[in-house]
C-alpha cells in the first residue's frame, strides 16, 4: 500500500480546492465535533457475540508509521484522543505497517486510553505456522497484554487453518480471531474460509467505487455472522481525487452528510453485512470528520445507487 491509500495528499487537497469547499469541510468538521459531543455515535453488533462496536474506527498503514519522540508522535496521538473521546473505538494495525504498532503502544501508554479501545493486529503469513511468538512481539510493542482482535493478514490459500489463532483465543491473548484481504483476487479464498472456519471478524477492501466484495464475500460474512470492518473506504485515495473541485451534492443533506469522507464513508456504511470503517488519518480534525459519518441517517438502497452513479459521473 502507499500514501495514496489514505488520501492524505488529495483530501487535503479537497479540502483547499473544491468549489466552495476549502472552509466547508474544515466547518463540517467542526460540526461533526460538536455533534460527536451530543450524539452518540452509531454502533453494531458483532453477531458472534452481540457486543456493540462503533461504526466508524482508525486504520494505521502508512499514517502511523512515524518516529518515536513526543513530537513525532504528537499528530497520532491528537488522532487517538479525537477517536476516543468521541465514540469511536477501533483501532487496526498490523506488524507490516512500519512503526505503527510501536507507536499506538507508546500513545495508549501515555494517554491512558487502552481500556477505551478496540485494538485490533495482525499475523503476517511468515507468522502462520508460529502464531504464539509473532503475536509475542505485537504485544510487546503494543504495549498490551492481549488484543481485542488478531487477524491472519492478507490470506491467499482457501484452504487456511485458523486453529493456531483460535489458539490464542483460547489461551487469552485475543477475545477476536479474524481474516484479512485488500486484494479482490484474494477474495475467492477469503470467501471459502469464512464459509468453512466461521472467523469472528473479516477486514476487507470495499468502496463506492470497488464495490467487488458484495458479489460474494459480504453475502458469505452475513450467512456465518462474520463481522466485517472495512479497510479502503476511500479506495486508496482516488475518491478524494475524484472529487476534487466537484461539489457535493445538495441531495447529501437528505442522510445528514456534511463532507466527501462522510458521503464515501456512509455508502460503506449503509450496507447492513458492514461492522464499522476504518479510514487512516494523522490529522485530528479529519478523524472528527470521518466520525461524523456514523451520526444521523444513511442512505437507504435507492440513495446508495444515486450515490454510486453520481461518483461514477464524476471520473
Not at 485488500?182 to 464459509?195: C, D, K, L, V
Not at 494523522?282 to 437507504?300: E, F, Q, S, T, V
Request: aromatic share 6%; net charge neutral; hydrophobic share 45%.
Amino acid at each position: 500500500m502507499t500514501i495514496a491509500d489514505h488520501g492524505l495528499l488529495s483530501r487535503r487537497s479537497v479540502l483547499a480546492l473544491c468549489a466552495g469547499a476549502g472552509a466547508g469541510l474544515l466547518a463540517a468538521a467542526r460540526t461533526s465535533a460538536a455533534a460527536t459531543a451530543s450524539s452518540a455515535l452509531r454502533t453494531r453488533p458483532i453477531p458472534h457475540t452481540g457486543e456493540q462496536l462503533p461504526v466508524v474506527g482508525l486504520g494505521t498503514a502508512i499514517v502511523f508509521d512515524v518516529g518515536t519522540t513526543a513530537g513525532d508522535e504528537a499528530g497520532c496521538t491528537g488522532v487517538v484522543r479525537a477517536l476516543a473521546e468521541h465514540g469511536g473505538a477501533v483501532i487496526d494495525t498490523a506488524p507490516s505497517y512500519g512503526a505503527a504498532e510501536g507507536v499506538i503502544g507508546d500513545i495508549l501508554s501515555a494517554t491512558k486510553l487502552r481500556s477505551r479501545v478496540f485494538l485490533a493486529t495482525k499475523l503476517e503469513p511468515e507468522s502462520y505456522d508460529d502464531p504464539a511468538a509473532g503475536l509475542r512481539s505485537s504485544l510487546q510493542r503494543l504495549r498490551t497484554d492481549e488484543v481485542d482482535l488478531l487477524q491472519l493478514h492478507n490470506v491467499r490459500d482457501p484452504n487456511q487453518d485458523l486453529g493456531g489463532i483460535r489458539a490464542l483465543k483460547a489461551q487469552g491473548l485475543c477475545r477476536y480471531t479474524g481474516i484479512t484481504t485488500t486484494f479482490p483476487r484474494a477474495h475467492a479464498a477469503a470467501e471459502a474460509i469464512i464459509q468453512r472456519e466461521k472467523p469472528d471478524f473479516l477486514e476487507i477492501d470495499y468502496a463506492i467505487d470497488n464495490r467487488d466484495a458484495e458479489k460474494r464475500v459480504l453475502p458469505a460474512a452475513a450467512a456465518a455472522g462474520t463481522a466485517v470492518l472495512v479497510a479502503l473506504p476511500f479506495g486508496r485515495g482516488r475518491l478524494f481525487r475524484t472529487a476534487l473541485g466537484k461539489p457535493l451534492p445538495a441531495w447529501a443533506a437528505e442522510f445528514d452528510c456534511h463532507s466527501w469522507a462522510q458521503f464515501f464513508l456512509k455508502f460503506v456504511l449503509a450496507n447492513p453485512a458492514i461492522t464499522a470503517a476504518i479510514p487512516g488519518t494523522d490529522k485530528a480534525p479529519h478523524m472528527l470528520d470521518d466520525l461524523g459519518a456514523g451520526l444521523g441517517r444513511l442512505p437507504d438502497a435507492a440513495m446508495r445507487e444515486r450515490m454510486a452513479r453520481y461518483v461514477q459521473s464524476l471520473g
